[in-house]
C-alpha cells in the first residue's frame, strides 16, 4: 500500500496511526480527515514510516505548529499538506509553512498549505 486515505472521529486517532505505522512500512501518501481525537502523539506514532513524502490534514484541531514542527524535524522527505480546519494553526502555523509544490492529493474545496 502506498497511499492511503483515513476519514471520520472513530478512525483518526493515535491508536490507528500506531496501526498504520507498524502495518504499512511502504507509505507514501497519507490522508486524514475529521480526526478530532488525533494529537502530536498520533503524529509521532507515523516516525517510522521512513517512505512518507504526503501528509493531509484536514478537520484535526488538535493539531498544532510545536506538532508539526517535531513531525516535519523527523521527516527530510515530507512535503506536507494542511487542508483546513486545522485551527490551532492559524497565523501562526503561516508563519511556520513556507510553501511547496503542490502535492497530488490537494483538494480544489479546501483552502492548501503546504510544509517543507
Known amino acids: 500500500l502506498k497511499s492511503l486515505y483515513v476519514q ?45 513524502s504526503v501528509l493531509s490534514v484536514g478537520a484535526c484541531p488538535a493539531i498544532s505548529r510545536p506538532a508539526l514542527e517535531a513531525f516535519t524535524a523527523a521527516h527530510a522527505r515530507l512535503a506536507m499538506l494542511l487542508q483546513g480546519a486545522c485551527p490551532l494553526l492559524s497565523d501562526e502555523g503561516e508563519a511556520l509553512c513556507a510553501m511547496a509544490p503542490e502535492p497530488a492529493l490537494a483538494s480544489p474545496f479546501l483552502p492548501t498549505l503546504c510544509v517543507r
Open 8 to 52: 471520520g472521529i472513530d478512525s483518526v486517532t493515535d491508536c490507528v496511526m500506531r496501526h498504520i505505522s507498524c502495518s504499512q512500512k511502504q507509505l507514501q501518501h497519507l490522508s486524514l480527515r475529521s480526526g478530532y481525537s488525533l494529537t502530536k502523539d498520533g503524529l509521532t506514532q507515523l516516525a517510522p514510516l521512513a517512505n512518507l
